[in-house]
């Protein structure tokens, strides 16, 4: 997901380098292995980052989309909300 993100908001070498070293970092391992819902968020939040990344070129007739950008932000934020 980080590698699309990156090959489309950026370019393809911006991509590499961002999955790599998400990939390469200590948080992401010690977040994979806690088996807390940590990943989940991540998850959900790179699937808003790609909606609306894909969105932005169409800005004008995308309510619906946005919408469903809006909700998953909300759905993504609320576990995070809930352990404070």
Known sequence: ???RLG???FDEPVAWVSAAAFAGSDLF???SISGQ???LLIVLMLGLAEVLARLE???DKAPRGVK???AKCGIGRAPEGLAA
Do not use: D
């Open 7 to 9: 090959r489309r908001l």
């Open 57 to 59: 070129p169409r800005r």
């Open 1 to 3: 997901m980080i590698f």
């Open 29 to 31: 391992w010690r977040f």
């Open 68 to 70: 469903a950008a809006g």
């Open 37 to 39: 819902s940590t990943l």
